[in-house]
């Protein structure tokens, strides 16, 4: 499966588009990221969190992804933010054919031992892996406090670390930081675009930008534009999950869940096809 991956990633690369991963938690949210993907002809990363998978649980998600699978086969299942190597065995031994071992909150040279052992073992079982250097901060929710304030360039990927991080690990995509972050603030992310061509410059590697939600369209359009390969979002899926769930709650007419949760899945779904237009993945299975 690892290889496949890798064309796709390749493609998504020499084609100028990024992949987009969505993550999930509860089956509405799921059945609207794979509505979307299948309308608009887009491949799609399914995503889930450690926290996520938890609730959702680990090898439900394997198994839902096996059904899709069946029908949508352009599907890919992504374990995401993935912190130990104990998880990483359990998520590729579950069957996730994608990992990502997030050591950035380690010191470097931890999070480069760390890191290589979890290539190790994913490459071992054909599981394509993404590492992170550089911290990205917040979690996918909305933040009280501007980001302008929480962010310091310490944060941020260095690009000559990053080139020396992917060569002693060996993986096959890296999370950056060049501005992002988790969760919606008060103020807009400013991305630094320099940054981001230096790290494409001196890797040449496979990029992914997380913390999607808040960023504008046309940031994700330069950054796709200058190597950014996959992009992550959550936390507007979870806002227009919990909106359409409680106003489906207020106007509903009886205690009947696929009624009260009728719109939910759709509300979902228009928001990752805004998404994949953006990222233009239509049109590219
Ligand atoms: O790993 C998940 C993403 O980075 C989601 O970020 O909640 O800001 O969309 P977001
Ligand atoms: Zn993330």
């Known amino acids: 499966m690892r290889h496949q991956i890798i064309s796709l990633y390749k493609k998504a690369d020499m084609k100028g588009f990024a992949i987009g991963a969505f993550n999930f938690s509860t089956n509405e949210i799921l059945k609207g990221i794979i509505t979307a993907a299948q309308k608009l002809k887009a491949p799609v990363i399914i995503a889930t969190s450690e926290g996520e998978r938890n609730f959702f649980g680990c090898d439900e998600s394997v198994a839902m992804y096996n059904v899709i699978k069946k029908k949508y086969p352009y599907v890919i299942l992504h374990a995401d933010h993935t912190h130990s190597f104990q998880e990483i065995k359990k998520v590729v031994d579950a069957g996730y054919p994608s990992v990502h071992f997030d050591g950035s909150k380690l010191q470097y040279r931890h999070n480069i031992r760390e890191t290589k052992r979890a290539v190790d073992y994913a490459h071992a079982n054909n599981v394509f892996i993404e590492g992170e250097l550089g911290s990205i901060t917040g979690g996918s929710t909305t933040h009280k406090e501007k980001l302008k304030d929480i962010l310091t360039d310490d944060l941020l990927t260095n690009p000559s670390q990053a080139k020396e991080f992917v060569e002693l690990t060996g993986v096959d995509s890296l999370a950056i930081s060049i501005g992002n972050a988790h969760g919606i603030w008060k103020d807009k992310p400013k991305l630094d675009f320099e940054r981001l061509k230096q790290i494409k410059e001196q890797t040449g590697k496979f990029l992914v930008l997380h913390g999607g939600s808040g960023i504008s369209a046309n940031d994700f359009r330069k950054s796709v534009e200058l190597g950014i390969n996959k ?55």
């Open 231 to 285: 992009i992550n979002i959550n936390t507007e899926l979870r806002i227009a999950f919990a909106h359409a769930l409680i106003k489906g709650l207020h106007t509903r007419e009886d205690y009947t869940p696929y009624k009260y949760l009728k719109n939910v899945s759709p509300t979902v779904s228009k928001i990752v096809e805004e998404h994949i237009i953006i990222f233009k993945t239509n049109n590219k299975i």
